[in-house]
Structures are given as structure tokens and as C-alpha cells.
């Protein structure tokens, strides 16, 4: 097959959705489709406002970088500058892929999506089809608007990271002759562990992973961590920082000293190496985000065995529900994340069964290899 993948931003700095299509990108070159990538020249999404020298440094082949233009007000975003975007067209109709397979919302990828297939189609005469990978969600209102639902409704495949999802935009797009199914998400099969070597620390310590933005909950885990009873355990919060980081530390430095004494700040991209090193020598991993369409660090907590202490929103609901592998406490709640982090404090072996539940689900079920191999065959057979 022939495809063309397009995300908001680019390998080795990326966001859960983007990284959803990359690793995609990944496994289906790997076996040997013809592959053409398209990004902007930026490294994160704070770079759509905050101006930042743009990068041309990747190690993927075939990987298009346009500029975009800087807007600091309320539109939609990117925006990618005309003339290069009209060569990337010319060049997307040379390649005439089978499909594109783009995403995550709410970004303007949806909208040139559309604009490529579209151009593909006519120019080259080519049945080019588009799946689109929404990271759709619910509870967010950026992502419910009707210009949304109207250009997901003309997508030809919406892949889903839940069944939650799937149930949710079903409902959204009634009309929409649009295939709708549960793609998943997951993890490098490198990343699991033996389970025979699964261990946890004697002093309880507990991981945040992802990007410091406002809607991953930061500030929820730090207001309740100084209510744990002394000796209090460690907290270790790592990931890449945005616009919101300054808040985060306003409120890190509002702590007690002997509070700010067990948590550690790692405000820079890990790699695999690093991710493993951290989940390692965590207790538990705790995302007490606002917003998910799925959360892949949960995912990568499994991978290395560990359980999770997770928002109840529907993905993550749905994924406790399947996995067994953690504890969900309700979203934006204090007193109840204080409570749940008090049961692995008392016994830093509490979320063992969890956590090897989580890993026995995720090996079996979210690999990309597995996703891969599942997408690579249903995409082969609408081709037919």
C-alpha cells in the first residue's frame, strides 16, 4: 500500500496523538508499504503562538516539514503557509497514496486532510481514502463543535482509541456514512518487561508522565500530596513542558519545604531508556488528567508492570474496567487521589496484582504489532 501520514507535529517530540500516527507510520514502513510523511517544522504546540526557531533535524526518511504562519489569537491551529503547502499537494498527487491516515483533533490536520485527499482524488484519478485518528474528547468543548462533527462526517474511516469513543462519535454522527471502529493504542513490544522481574521500591514513590499541560491534571496531584501522612513517599513529575509549566511551579514553590523535599521535576523529552529507568523505580503511575482519549503512559505502566492511579473519565473508566490494572478516582477530586495514594503508602506492594494484570492485557492486546498487523489487514481488504 501507498500511505501518507500527517500530524500536527513530529518525531522525537510528541504528543500522545501524534505519536499514535507516527508509531503507525512505523510499523507499516517496517513491512515494507511506501511511505510519505507530513508535519509541520515546529516541535510542540506551544510553538503555534510562542515563537521558537523551527527545526528540520529528524531521523525519518520521506518526511515533509511545512512552516506555518504565527497566529496569537483564537483560530484554529495550524496554519500552514500557502506556497509550500501547494508544492506538498503537488507532490501528495505524484505519490497518489491508497490513504492518508492523519490526525489527532483539535488541530487543522482534519481540515487538510480533506484538502489533500481531495486534490489527490481529482488530479491523479486516484481512489485515495482518508482515516482519521480524532484522540476525540468528550469532555473537552473544543472538540464539540459543529465544523468538527460536519468534517469528521466526511472522512471515509474514523479509527477510534476506545469503545468508548466509537460509541460517542456513532452518536455524534448519525448520518455520517463514515466507517467508525476501535483502533486502540499501545506500546513498542521492547518496552515490555519479564514479568519475573517486575519490582517496586521499598519507599514509595509515585510517577507523573506526559506533557505539563493544564488539562493533565498537575495541579490536582500536588494539591493533594501534602494530605499523605509523614514519612511522606517520593513524587517524581517528568515530561515536557509548556505554556502552563509556570503555573506548575508557582504552585510547587506555595509547598511546605519538607513537602517540596519528596517531589522531583524532570521538565525535558524522555527517551525509552529513560521512560524505563522512571517507570522502574515507581510505586505506581498516577495521571489525574482532565481530558483522555486513552492515555498511552498508561499503556507504557503496564508494559513494565506497574498499576495506575487514573481520572475516571470514559476512556480510562472503560480501560480499568478491561485491564484490572489500577484504581480510578474521580476527575479533579483532591481528597479522594489523597485517599487512594494512602493504600500503596501503607504497602508499597498494594497495586502488584494490578500491575501485572495491566501487563498480561497489554502484551496480549496493545503492541503496535498487534494494531498494526489488525489495521494493516482491514485497510487491505476495503482496497479489494
Same mark, same amino acid.
Given at each position: 500500500?501507498?500511505?501518507?501520514?500527517?500530524?500536527?507535529?513530529?518525531?522525537?517530540?510528541?504528543?500522545?496523538?501524534?505519536?499514535?500516527?507516527? +508509531?503507525?507510520?512505523?510499523?507499516?514502513?517496517?513491512?515494507?508499504?511506501?511511505?510519505?510523511?507530513?508535519?509541520? +517544522?515546529?516541535?510542540?504546540?506551544?510553538?503555534?503562538?510562542?515563537?521558537?526557531?523551527?527545526? +528540520?533535524?529528524?531521523?525519518?526518511?520521506?518526511?515533509?516539514?511545512?512552516?506555518?504562519?504565527?497566529?496569537?489569537?483564537?483560530?484554529?491551529?495550524?496554519?500552514?503557509?500557502?506556497?509550500?503547502?501547494?508544492?506538498?499537494?503537488?507532490?501528495?498527487?505524484?505519490?497518489?497514496?491508497?490513504?492518508?491516515?492523519?490526525?489527532?483533533?483539535?488541530?487543522?490536520?482534519?481540515?487538510?486532510?480533506?484538502?489533500?485527499?481531495?486534490?489527490?482524488?481529482?488530479?491523479?484519478?486516484?481512489?485515495?481514502?482518508?482515516?482519521?485518528?480524532?484522540?476525540?474528547?468528550?469532555?473537552?468543548?473544543?472538540?464539540?463543535?459543529?465544523?468538527?462533527?460536519?468534517?469528521?462526517?466526511?472522512?471515509?474511516?474514523?479509527?477510534?482509541?476506545?469503545?468508548?469513543?466509537?460509541?460517542?462519535?456513532?452518536?455524534?454522527?448519525?448520518?455520517?456514512?463514515?466507517?467508525?471502529?476501535?483502533?486502540?493504542?499501545?506500546?513498542?513490544?521492547?518496552?515490555?518487561?519479564?514479568?519475573?522481574?517486575?519490582?517496586?521500591?521499598?519507599?514509595?514513590?509515585? =510517577?507523573?508522565?506526559?506533557?505539563?499541560?493544564?488539562?493533565?491534571?498537575?495541579?490536582?496531584?500536588?494539591?493533594?500530596?501534602?494530605?499523605?501522612?509523614?514519612?511522606?513517599?517520593? =513524587?517524581?513529575?517528568?515530561?515536557?513542558?509548556?505554556?502552563?509549566?509556570?503555573?506548575?511551579?508557582?504552585?510547587?514553590?506555595?509547598?511546605?519545604?519538607?513537602?517540596?523535599?519528596?517531589?522531583?521535576?524532570?521538565?525535558?523529552?524522555?527517551?525509552?531508556?529513560?521512560?524505563?529507568? =522512571?517507570?522502574?523505580?515507581?510505586?505506581?503511575?498516577?495521571?489525574?488528567?482532565?481530558?483522555?482519549?486513552?492515555?498511552?503512559?498508561?499503556?507504557?505502566?503496564?508494559?513494565?508492570?506497574?498499576?495506575?492511579?487514573?481520572?475516571?473519565?470514559?476512556?480510562?473508566?472503560?480501560?480499568?474496567?478491561?485491564?484490572?490494572?489500577?484504581?480510578?478516582?474521580?476527575?479533579?477530586?483532591?481528597?479522594?487521589?489523597?485517599?487512594?495514594?494512602?493504600?500503596?503508602?501503607? +504497602?508499597?506492594?498494594?497495586?502488584?496484582?494490578?500491575?501485572?494484570?495491566?501487563?498480561?492485557?497489554?502484551?496480549?492486546?496493545?503492541?503496535?504489532?498487534?494494531?498494526?498487523?489488525?489495521?494493516?489487514?482491514?485497510?487491505?481488504?476495503? =482496497?479489494?
Amino acid at each position: 500500500m501507498l500511505l501518507l501520514f500527517f500530524s500536527h507535529i513530529h518525531p522525537p517530540a510528541v504528543d500522545g496523538g501524534s505519536a499514535i500516527v507516527w +508509531n503507525l507510520r512505523n510499523y507499516f514502513e517496517s513491512r515494507g508499504h511506501s511511505v510519505l510523511s507530513l508535519a509541520t +517544522n515546529l516541535t510542540s504546540t506551544d510553538d503555534f503562538v510562542k515563537p521558537q526557531p523551527p527545526t +528540520n533535524s529528524t531521523n525519518l526518511p520521506k518526511l515533509f516539514l511545512l512552516p506555518i504562519y504565527r497566529l496569537h489569537h483564537r483560530l484554529p491551529k495550524p496554519i500552514f503557509k500557502i506556497p509550500p503547502f501547494l508544492k506538498f499537494l503537488i507532490v501528495s498527487t505524484k505519490f497518489h497514496p491508497d490513504y492518508i491516515i492523519a490526525g489527532p483533533l483539535p488541530t487543522t490536520i482534519l481540515f487538510y486532510s480533506l484538502i489533500i485527499r481531495f486534490f489527490t482524488q481529482i488530479l491523479s484519478r486516484h481512489k485515495t481514502q482518508l482515516l482519521f485518528i480524532p484522540c476525540y474528547h468528550p469532555t473537552d468543548s473544543a472538540f464539540s463543535t459543529p465544523l468538527i462533527h460536519f468534517l469528521l462526517s466526511k472522512t471515509d474511516f474514523i479509527a477510534t482509541l476506545t469503545d468508548s469513543e466509537t460509541n460517542c462519535l456513532t452518536k455524534l454522527l448519525p448520518k455520517s456514512k463514515t466507517n467508525i471502529f476501535t483502533l486502540g493504542a499501545g506500546v513498542d513490544s521492547s518496552l515490555l518487561i519479564d514479568s519475573k522481574t517486575i519490582t517496586f521500591p521499598q519507599t514509595p514513590h509515585f =510517577l507523573f508522565l506526559g506533557n505539563f499541560a493544564a488539562h493533565k491534571g498537575m495541579d490536582t496531584l500536588l494539591s493533594s500530596f501534602p494530605r499523605l501522612s509523614s514519612p511522606l513517599p517520593k =513524587l517524581t513529575i517528568a515530561g515536557q513542558p509548556t505554556l502552563d509549566y509556570p503555573r506548575i511551579q508557582k504552585l510547587y514553590h506555595s509547598l511546605a519545604p519538607e513537602i517540596k523535599r519528596q517531589i522531583t521535576f524532570i521538565p525535558k523529552k524522555y527517551n525509552q531508556a529513560r521512560l524505563i529507568k =522512571l517507570l522502574d523505580a515507581s510505586t505506581a503511575l498516577v495521571l489525574p488528567s482532565r481530558h483522555e482519549s486513552f492515555g498511552l503512559v498508561l499503556a507504557e505502566a503496564w508494559a513494565r508492570g506497574k498499576p495506575v492511579i487514573v481520572s475516571d473519565l470514559p476512556s480510562t473508566h472503560q480501560l480499568i474496567a478491561k485491564t484490572k490494572g489500577g484504581i480510578l478516582f474521580e476527575t479533579g477530586n483532591i481528597t479522594q487521589l489523597s485517599e487512594t495514594l494512602k493504600l500503596f503508602v501503607a +504497602n508499597p506492594k498494594f497495586g502488584k496484582t494490578m500491575g501485572l494484570n495491566g501487563y498480561k492485557y497489554t502484551k496480549k492486546y496493545l503492541t503496535w504489532d498487534r494494531i498494526g498487523k489488525w489495521l494493516g489487514s482491514k485497510l487491505s481488504s476495503s =482496497l479489494q
